[in-house]
């Protein structure tokens, strides 16, 4: 068995004929918990698309379990076990929350969804009371909780999750990232990418940052969690009060 779950080599990749991610080279080791981190822009979004097979590469490869999945449809590379979570959530807002998980596993047998569905409810215990909610209605966690127990639906090997903690509470972002130390250790291997840089450093085990489509650098996010410059750059930088001239 590789290693690596999930490898990108020299992956080159943008929009029409804007270039974003310039030569990325990224392993997902089996088991590891990575984050990708880094500013508005740089990249972070693209680069899980890429994974996914949302956008075309231009060069480099794309291997999961040693496989290269570069012309692989999302269909098919989601049901070789990538689970997505992407920005902003991307739920039904009109359908329940039964229903979107649903959506996460719609070729599977009824059986096998319902049970998949009770599981995560256990996961999840917050979602179990509201199940036949409209997801409209839901509060921002409990829309990214959805997010993640649909993108987990499927049995993935492999959850990619695109900035969990955008919009939420400190105390919600650690519920939630709570429940994630708890998949991970139970064997799922996570790539996260956020812009909150303190939350995806407590959490991954390895840490790339992410600076204009460039992996800049690479490194223990234990390491990392040290740096004054790193948190000044990324975990954002409270400045000295002025000193009022008399
Ligand atoms: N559909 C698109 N068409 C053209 N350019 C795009 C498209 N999506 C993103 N871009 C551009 O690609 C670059 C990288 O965007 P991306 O969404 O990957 O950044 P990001 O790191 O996820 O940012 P954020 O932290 O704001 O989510 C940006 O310059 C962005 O404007
Ligand atoms: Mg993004």
């Given at each position: 068995?590789?290693?690596?779950?999930?490898?990108?080599?020299?992956?080159?990749?943008?929009?029409?004929?804007?270039?974003?991610?310039?030569?990325?080279?990224?392993?997902?080791?089996?088991?590891?918990?990575?984050?990708?981190?880094?500013?508005?822009?740089?990249?972070?979004?693209?680069?899980?698309?890429?994974?996914?097979?949302?956008?075309?590469?231009?060069?480099?490869?794309?291997?999961?379990?040693?496989?290269?999945?570069?012309?692989?449809?999302?269909?098919?590379?989601?049901?070789?076990?990538?689970?997505?979570?992407?920005?902003?959530?991307?739920?039904?807002?009109?359908?329940?929350?039964?229903?979107?998980?649903?959506?996460?596993a719609?070729?599977a047998?009824a059986?096998r969804r319902a049970?998949?569905?009770?599981?995560?409810?256990?996961?999840?215990?917050?979602?179990?009371?509201?199940?036949?909610?409209?997801?409209?209605?839901?509060?921002?966690?409990?829309?990214?909780?959805?997010?993640?127990?649909?993108?987990?639906?499927?049995?993935?090997?492999?959850?990619?999750?695109?900035?969990?903690?955008?919009?939420?509470?400190?105390?919600?972002?650690?519920?939630?990232?709570?429940?994630?130390?708890?998949?991970?250790?139970?064997?799922?291997?996570?790539?996260?990418?956020?812009?909150?840089?303190?939350?995806?450093?407590?959490?991954?085990?390895?840490?790339?940052?992410?600076?204009?489509?460039?992996?800049?650098?690479?490194?223990?996010?234990?390491?990392?969690?040290?740096?004054?410059?790193?948190?000044?750059?990324?975990?954002?930088?409270?400045?000295?009060?002025?000193?009022?001239?008399?």
């Amino acid at each position: 068995m590789p290693a690596d779950l999930l490898h990108l080599e020299a992956v080159c990749a943008g929009y029409g004929k804007v270039p974003v991610l310039h030569d990325v080279t990224v392993s997902i080791p089996r088991g590891d918990a990575v984050a990708a981190i880094g500013a508005n822009g740089v990249g972070k979004t693209t680069l899980l698309r890429v994974i996914m097979g949302q956008i075309p590469i231009t060069a480099g490869d794309v291997l999961f379990d040693d496989v290269s999945i570069r012309e692989l449809p999302t269909s098919r590379r989601a049901r070789l076990g990538i689970g997505y979570a992407p920005e902003g959530r991307a739920l039904f807002p009109m359908m329940t929350v039964r229903e979107n998980l649903e959506i996460g596993a719609y070729h599977a047998t009824a059986a096998r969804r319902a049970a998949r569905a009770g599981w995560l409810f256990e996961v999840f215990p917050k979602l179990a009371p509201l199940r036949g909610r409209l997801c409209a209605l839901l509060s921002g966690g409990e829309q990214q909780m959805v997010a993640i127990a649909r993108a987990l639906m499927n049995e993935p090997k492999l959850l990619l999750l695109d900035e969990p903690s955008t919009g939420l509470a400190p105390r919600v972002v650690g519920e939630l990232y709570e429940a994630l130390t708890h998949l991970h250790a139970d064997g799922l291997t996570v790539f996260v990418v956020e812009q909150n840089a303190r939350a995806a450093l407590r959490f991954a085990r390895t840490v790339h940052v992410v600076e204009d489509g460039r992996i800049a650098r690479s490194g223990l996010a234990s390491e990392m969690l040290d740096e004054r410059m790193l948190a000044e750059a990324y975990l954002g930088h409270v400045p000295e009060p002025p000193v009022n001239a008399p």
